[in-house]
């Protein structure tokens, strides 16, 4: 912070000519660096590390708010975990059980939140299974449509349909519930990912949406 001392700043530069970095910045990249300058000088200075850094941080969102052992080791059977959201924001997380895994490494984790039981299914990528992994969903792509939660998946609409937006493509049940799964623009489904009627998780891919090209 604040720069080399002097002198020790202008002997090194003595007999130099430097141009400012800012000046071979693109001018959104400018813009960026005053109004964000830490994201904006991770992005450019470690493009790689802060691609994986925002990569996790949309798949898993924000683990900073985790402790760093809850981070590495997990949650710990009969242990209350406190995770601070914000000041004055605190949830109360704690394991219960953890189930069986199934044919195709799902597990049921059972734990509390502020109290209350929340059983999730979650994938023990330590077990090999011969079920094939369901593709997901790129959630920049809007060509994806994908599964808004677990729950199986009943197809309403076959590859070559052409479509409209707010049409509904598929079904989902879960917990003896229906909800209908409506496409967000219009186009033709150039191709469906699961079977007519398929479990599916959350995030899991459908069906992919090509929009005509302009007239």
Known sequence: PGGWPEPLRSKALAGRTRRPAVAELAGSDVADLAARPRPTL????????????RAAREQFGDTSVLSTTDYLYGLRRGTEHMIELQPGVQLTVGLEAIGDADERGLRMVVMTLNGQLRPLQIRDRTIDTEVPVAEKADPNDPAHIASPFAGVVTLRIVDGATITAGQTVATIEAMKMEASITA???????RTAINPVQQVEGGDLLLVVDVPPAA
């Open 42 to 53: 991770n992005r450019l200075l470690f493009p790689g590390p802060d691609a994986e850094f």
């Open 184 to 190: 967000p623009r219009a186009g033709t489904v150039s």
